[in-house]
């Protein structure tokens, strides 16, 4: 089944309690915003908080963004009735649904089933509306690849190190915060085995929040660690980090024209029944070139090439 593109550098978290934050999120330069039902939202407002995100999928102007809702756990009794409310109210305008708390695929699996039943009842398109989930936990991290090629709805994996810190019993403060605890990245093996997992099942790898959004040089750290691993974007729990978000993880003119250049040079090299090409002294084959067209992929998609 072939997935669908959608841009996600940033995905902002909202709530979904908010009718100002919800309005804001619409008329801001983020990918994709996510109106949380989940953990931005207290146990005694989960129920209530489906009509105003139902209103704000359908009554807002989101532009060209990816529309998301985070339902909350396949573990708890507000998860049926949040896939149930939200895609019979804006169905026809909601492009995700986010799963947290995912352990096995039979989390994925419950959601997945639901939402064909929703689709066929409602009269929606069959399987239009993808599904991203967060690693979050220590069971979902060791079974990774499993989640990761268990559902053809499935469209990213997202890291989340708030959640893992504690399923792990990591000593940490806020998210982001290791201070001389740990030398290096604590995070550089969770991150790693899920962007590996994502990529070897067609997904998109999204790296989690960074709590701290008046720490915007610690947020931009973080992104170029994910970028450079392989993640295409990162959420963002505040606007003042989409804009981070979305630089980070859009390629530079300078990369877009060496990826042009290396790119240019392979085909000409095949087209001469060549199996590699010599650019500035640096030698270059096929592989080298599929590194690069992703380069230029992703700047298509982001409106740069």
Not at 297 to 302: F, I, T
């Amino acid at each position: 089944m072939t997935r669908p593109f959608r841009l996600r550098r940033s995905e902002l978290s909202t709530p979904g309690t908010s009718e100002k934050m919800m309005t804001k999120a619409a008329g801001s330069s983020a990918d994709l915003v996510f109106l949380d039902l989940e953990d931005a939202v207290a146990p005694n407002q989960k129920e209530g908080a489906r009509r105003p995100v139902v209103e704000a999928l359908t009554g807002l102007d989101w532009g060209s963004k990816v529309r998301a809702v985070r339902v909350n756990g396949t573990h708890t009794q507000w998860c049926h009735d949040d896939v149930v409310e939200v895609v019979t109210g804006a169905g026809a305008v909601l492009d995700v649904i986010i799963i947290p708390k995912v352990k096995a695929p039979r989390d994925v699996w419950f959601v997945d089933t639901l939402l064909a039943q929703l689709e066929r009842k409602l009269g929606l398109p069959e399987r239009r509306i993808g599904l991203e989930v967060l690693i979050e936990e220590t069971e979902a991290l060791a079974r990774v690849e499993e989640i990761a090629g268990c559902c053809d709805r499935l469209e990213a994996l997202i890291l989340g190190v708030g959640d893992l810190s504690a399923s792990q019993g990591v000593r940490l403060g806020h998210i982001g915060q290791a201070a001389d605890r740990y030398p290096g990245d604590i995070w550089h093996y969770a991150r790693n085995r899920m962007i590996v997992a994502a990529r070897a099942h067609g997904l998109d790898p999204i790296d989690g929040p960074f709590a701290d959004f008046r720490d915007p040089d610690g947020y931009r750290r973080e992104a170029g660690w994910a970028a450079t691993l392989g993640a295409v974007g990162k959420w963002a729990i505040h606007p003042d980090q989409v804009g981070i978000a979305n630089e980070v993880f859009s390629p530079t003119e300078r990369e877009i024209e060496q990826a042009r250049a290396v790119v240019g040079a392979v085909r000409q090299a095949e087209e001469s029944g060549e199996g590699s090409a010599n650019l500035n002294g640096v030698m270059i084959d096929a592989a080298t070139a599929r590194i690069f067209e992703a380069v230029l992929r992703r700047a298509e998609q982001a409106g740069l090439a």
